[in-house]
């Protein structure tokens, strides 16, 4: 069983920029594709990025240009950075290891 916290979610004003976290516990942390994901009330959950445990990382859409998905194994941490932060992108945002282990989200809030 793993465990993900997410952290680092609120409001920010358009244009502005915001750092989510992710932690996992439990061991293979470096195993794992981990992934965030955001949902609003009116669309399905979306990809927002990936990473392997080597770092290699895959955008969606939503912040393609925008956002930065990294990742420390020693830390069992995963980050998204989004930058230009829009209207559109207030959402949860939920963090996943291998899709089938997921936090309990972290809501974004894009206002002025």
């Known amino acids: 069983q793993v465990q993900l916290v997410e952290s680092g979610g609120g409001l920010v004003q358009p244009g502005g920029s915001l750092r989510l976290s992710c932690t996992a516990s439990g061991s293979n942390f470096g195993l794992f594709v981990m992934g965030w994901y955001r949902k609003t009330p009116k669309k399905k959950r979306d990809l927002v990025a990936s990473?392997?445990?080597?770092?290699?990382?895959k955008y969606g859409d939503s912040v393609k240009h925008r956002g930065n998905n990294s990742r420390d194994n020693a830390k069992n941490t995963v980050y998204l950075q989004m930058n230009d932060l829009k209207a559109e992108d207030k959402a949860v945002y939920y963090c996943s290891a291998d899709s089938v282990f997921w936090g309990q989200g972290a809501q974004v809030t894009v206002s002025s």
């Open positions: 990473s392997t445990g080597g770092g290699q990382a």
